[in-house]
């Protein structure tokens, strides 16, 4: 949770970058996914953290917006760094 930000996203460097990260989120939505049978995880901190990683989705071109920086690019898939 430290590297959660205010708009609900994550950040490799939390509140110290300029903007979330896509990737980075959901990333940690899938984590969280995971290990929610084993340990409790705030189911609104998930839904908000989906929200925003719903709201990069651009429809007109079918890839999600990636504001933030990605520091193991090898790892994006179809996924549009600004």
Do not use: C, N
Request: glycine share 4%.
């Amino acid at each position: 949770m430290t590297y959660q930000r205010f708009d609900w996203s994550f950040s490799a460097f939390g509140k110290s970058d300029p903007s979330g990260s896509t990737w980075l989120t959901a990333f940690v939505i899938k984590s969280f996914a995971q290990a929610s049978p084993y340990i409790f995880i705030d189911p609104f901190t998930v839904r908000k953290a989906i929200d925003f990683t719903l709201d990069q989705y651009d429809e007109k071109i079918g890839f999600f917006k990636e504001p933030g920086r990605v520091i193991h690019s090898e790892m994006l898939v179809r996924i549009i760094v600004k």
